[in-house]
């Protein structure tokens, strides 16, 4: 795996209806990989404490130090990661970064019924599959990793434990996906970037205006969610946690589920207060 993008393509009797194949690639540009090695040294100063917690760590590139900014953005804004993502759409189509809701992520392996044990489950990262206009694509972009961790592609077959350097490409909504490994505070950290992009025909359409805003509306209300309920420690992260991972199951067998159970539960309470506030 060099440079050239190595595209992945679905395994015999995998689903691939719309969907964007995984894709595996790596920085080999020494430019690049300097931004790297620069990036790690960074997030090991900033982030020390952090680093040996035990919940993993999720920060919004956009609140970050404008100079580590500039480095994710020489990554994350790479003609390499554009193409992969260009070349699996028909001419046309246009790239939409979502860097409102880029992150840095410290990951450490963590299953405690918390609102992060779904990033290592089975798990869709997004709930919003039954749409049917364009695609948000998610690059994993590994600033730090060793191969003691495998990511599981599974609608598009493939697996890979990623090292330094590589970047891994997945449909954000439509790949079911996990996480083999386990907690070791001896191995190297696991370091990534998580960025985010819209691919659509026509990205200055009200569609597109409309499918970004609905994604980035979700994906706001269920990270902080997931911050909130990660390794809980009281009744109330316990129980945020729980309806977290209650609803990553329901999203695995259909992402209307966990809308229409909210629904229903909306509605009967609606009901209950009206009976309860009408006269007798």
């Known amino acids: 795996m060099t440079d050239a993008i190595d595209l992945a393509t679905p395994a015999p009797g995998r689903r691939a209806t719309r969907l964007f194949p995984a894709t595996l690639g790596r920085f080999d540009d020494p430019a690049d990989r300097a931004v790297v090695d620069g990036l790690v040294r960074w997030v090991e100063r900033q982030f020390r404490a952090d680093l040996q917690e035990r919940p993993s760590k999720h920060v919004y590139v956009r609140t970050l130090p404008a100079e580590a900014i500039g480095r994710i953005d020489a990554l994350r804004d790479s003609p390499l990661i554009a ?7 028909p001419p046309g189509h246009a790239i939409t970064a979502m ?10 392996y963590n299953k405690d019924l918390g609102g992060d044990q779904g990033l290592f489950s089975r798990h869709y990262d997004g709930n919003l599959r039954f749409v ?5 694509v998610r690059a994993l972009i590994y600033l730090q990793s060793d191969d003691t961790y495998k990511v599981v592609f599974h609608d598009s077959g493939v697996e890979r434990a990623f090292t330094d350097y590589e970047f891994g490409l997945l449909d954000f909504h439509r790949e079911l996906h996990w996480v083999e490994g386990r907690y070791d505070p001896a191995d190297r950290q696991r370091i990534l970037l998580k960025c985010n992009y819209m691919v659509t025909p026509n990205p200055n359409g009200l569609a597109a205006r409309a499918v970004l805003w609905a994604n980035t509306g979700v994906f706001a209300v269920v990270k902080a969610a997931m911050e909130y309920s990660k390794s809980p420690r009281n009744p109330a992260q316990r129980f945020v946690g729980l309806l977290c991972n209650l609803f990553r199951l329901l999203n695995n067998l259909h992402p209307l589920v966990p809308l229409v159970l909210i629904a229903g539960v909306l509605a009967a309470g609606g009901y209950l207060l009206l ?6």
Do not use: C, M, N, Q
Not at 83 to 89: E, S, T, V, W
Not at 99 to 108: P, R
């Open 132 to 136: 049917g206009y364009g695609a948000v």
């Open 275 to 280: 009976r309860w506030a009408s006269p007798a």
């Open 99 to 108: 860097k409102w809701t880029d992150e840095l992520y410290i990951s450490h």
């Open 83 to 89: 193409a992969a993502i260009l070349r699996a759409f």
